[in-house]
Structure formats: C-alpha cells, structure tokens
C-alpha cells in the first residue's frame, strides 16, 4: 500500500490526461488456462502460495502491473471495453465508485465471502468487488526526535495544528496520492464538510509541508526512516500507515526491540481493497478462481508481510510482528462510498486551492 501513489484523483478532474495505450506486457491472455491479473505495482505475493494455487486450479497466472494505485484504476477504465486482463486488484474505498460508476466490473459472489467482514463488504448487494485487505493511513512519527525534543507526540487531527508541532509535518499531496488523498478524507470525516476547510487552513500556517508521494515523503523526508536519516528527512511527522512501525522493525538490519517509529491513533482513515471481475474478461471462470483465491486463507495469512495490509477473513492470522509494533487503529475515521462519491472530485479542488496556491 505504500507506493500507491496516484497519477491523478480523477481523468474528470482534469489533473491529466492517461492514455489508453497497452502495457508493456502487452494485452490480456487468450489462453483459456492462463488467467490475468492487473494491479498496482505493491501487489505481491509468496511464490510457493502462488504455485500452490497454480496447480490447484490448474490456471497459469499472469501478472500485469499497471502503474500506481489511481494510475491503474483510470487505465482499466479507459480499456474496460478490450480490457487487458481478467481480475483487476487494488481498487479502494476512495475511488471505488469511479470504478462501479463506469462500469468496470460484472457482478460475482466470492467462494468463501460469508467468512468476510460484513464491515468490507461496501458493494454486498451486488457483488461487483470483493474485499481483500484493509489498512489505515495515519500520521508516523519519529520516536527519537520527540524524546530528544522532550515533546509529546500529538494524538490526534486537532493537536496536529497546535504550535508545537509547527514544521514538523509532511503529507502527500491529496490530488496525486492514494494516502494524501486517505488524510484528506479523514479530516472531513473529523471535522465536516464545511470544518475541513478551516483545519487545512491551520495546518498550513502550521508549516505542513506537502510533496507527490508517499516514496518521497517517507524516504527523504521523514527523519523516523532508515531511508530518511540517510537522505536527512527533518520531519519528523509524516502521513503513511499503522502498518509502517513494523516494516522498519522487520527490514532493519539489525532488528531492534522496538519500533523506531510509533502511530498517532487519533488520525488514522480506514482504506479497503479490493479486486473484481473485469468487465469483458476474457478468462471470466479463471478470475473467478483468482477471486476465491484472493479470501482464502491461505492468501490472507500470506498477505500481511507481502503488502503490509490486514486480512479481512475472519480467523485469519496476522504476524507477531504486526501486533507487537502495528495494531490496527480501533477508532479509525470512516467514510460511506456514496460521501465520498458525492465530495471527493470538489474537496480535492478546494484543498489544492487552500493548501497549494
């Protein structure tokens, strides 16, 4: 989830233009056996877990990875006619009805989706998507630089605006990242269609500083990463995810006792993926199989160290690591697919004229 930086909120919004031209890899499989997934480029899989699929059901797997999270999304759309796969995954809550709205996925019931959480379930009438996994976009912060500093670290939305913690912000830009565009999401859910406005406006005289992605934001300029100490990030807040702590625990060279980085919960905003049936598929019968394989368990226990997500099947294991150093916010901010559907495209207008110009 942390590169899925989008190239554009919306082609509608007018931010840029996405050709619909093929992939490199070029266009969908016509081999009845071989299935095709297209994704962002996070997906990512244990290879032994994918083979144990391959021969299970008998399907050669195909990975297309189309860009960043908001780039593959808009693509599919504009290919949805001759798509170029069967299963698209990586669509979340915050463009999930662009996608339902144009039509990019035919309905299909998951194997397996009774064990789901009824909370993931936002299409559950009509079953155009199945949800795989959720995470939560919060605000990271650097642990040394606060104890240095003798400084509590804020805990919410509100403290984030306060002097103290003047300059000491970084955040994705809402219009380009699929986490920048979660925090602005989380605010509104906070503080309302008309107080998100007046919070953003804090914020800014507050000295956050905003940058395209999530890459650049938490490898150069957060100071709590081992990427950012070394290109001498000096922020030592940063939008990302509640599973952040412990990807710096599990990749450190020498794993320390705890995570050199911890959450503030108060300012999380849950996103959901999922993946779906592409219209016009070629393979629709090996989708489906892809699509049973994606709430296996199987899948969703081998999912969390691969993607830095949680599981949505009920029962289905995290690693120690995630409890010990990332637990799942347990308040996050939430919004209703039909807000976000209805505000979106305006809130990003507005907040790039308040925070960007």
């Known amino acids: 989830m942390h590169n899925k930086t989008l190239v554009a909120v919306a082609v509608g919004l007018g931010l840029i233009s996405l050709?619909?031209?093929?992939?490199?890899?070029?266009?969908?499989?016509?081999?009845?056996?071989?299935?095709?997934?297209?994704?962002h480029n996070s997906w990512a899989v244990s290879k032994k877990?994918?083979?144990?699929?391959?021969?299970?059901?008998?399907?050669?797997?195909?990975?297309?990875?189309?860009?960043?999270?908001?780039?593959?999304?808009?693509?599919?759309?504009?290919?949805?006619?001759?798509?170029?796969?069967?299963?698209?995954?990586?669509?979340?809550?915050?463009?999930?009805?662009?996608?339902?709205?144009?039509?990019?996925?035919?309905?299909?019931?998951?194997?397996?989706?009774?064990k789901v959480g009824a909370a993931y379930q936002l299409d559950k009438d009509k079953h155009r998507v199945t949800p795989v996994d959720y995470g939560d976009i919060c605000v990271n912060y650097d642990k040394a630089y606060f104890s240095?500093?003798?400084?509590?670290?804020?805990?919410?939305?509100?403290?984030?605006?306060e002097p103290r913690y003047k300059n000491l912000l970084v955040t994705?830009?809402?219009?380009?990242?699929?986490?920048?565009?979660?925090?602005?999401?989380?605010?509104?859910?906070?503080?309302?269609?008309?107080?998100w406005q007046d919070y953003w406006k804090k914020l800014k005289a507050n000295g956050v500083k905003v940058v395209d992605g999530w890459d650049?934001?938490?490898?150069?300029?957060?100071?709590?990463?081992?990427?950012?100490?070394?290109?001498?990030?000096d922020r030592p807040l940063v939008v990302s995810?509640?599973?952040?702590?412990?990807?710096?625990?599990?990749y450190a060279k020498k794993r320390p006792g705890t995570a050199p980085t911890g959450v503030a919960t108060g300012t999380c905003f849950r996103q959901t993926e999922f993946a779906g049936l592409l219209s016009n598929a070629r393979n629709p019968e090996g989708a489906k199989a892809f699509i049973d394989f994606l709430v296996s368990k199987e899948f969703q226990e081998d999912m969390p160290l691969n993607m830095f997500v949680y599981p949505v099947l009920r029962g289905a294991g995290v690693p120690a690591e995630f409890t010990a150093?990332?637990?799942?916010?347990?308040?996050?901010?939430?919004?209703?697919?039909?807000?976000?559907?209805?505000?979106r495209d305006q809130w990003v207008k507005s907040w790039t004229s308040l925070v960007l110009k």
């Open 19 to 39: 050709s619909a031209c093929g992939s490199t890899d070029g266009g969908s499989g016509s081999d009845a056996k071989t299935v095709t997934l297209v994704s």
């Open 49 to 114: 877990v994918l083979k144990d699929f391959e021969k299970r059901s008998g399907y050669k797997v195909r990975v297309l990875k189309d860009g960043d999270a908001g780039q593959a999304v808009n693509k599919a759309i504009l290919t949805k006619g001759n798509p170029q796969g069967d299963v698209f995954f990586g669509v979340d809550n915050t463009l999930l009805s662009r996608a339902l709205d144009n039509g990019l996925f035919q309905p299909y019931t998951a194997k397996g989706l009774d």
């Open 148 to 161: 240095e500093h003798r400084l509590t670290p804020p805990r919410s939305f509100a403290d984030l605006a």
């Open 172 to 195: 994705e830009n809402a219009a380009t990242s699929s986490p920048g565009l979660g925090f602005l999401l989380g605010s509104a859910a906070r503080f309302g269609d008309q107080g």
């Open 216 to 233: 650049q934001a938490y490898y150069q300029e957060f100071s709590g990463s081992s990427e950012g100490k070394k290109a001498g990030g």
């Open 241 to 250: 995810y509640a599973s952040s702590p412990p990807a710096e625990v599990i």
């Open 325 to 343: 150093y990332g637990p799942a916010a347990k308040d996050p901010e939430t919004m209703s697919p039909a807000r976000i559907a209805a505000n």
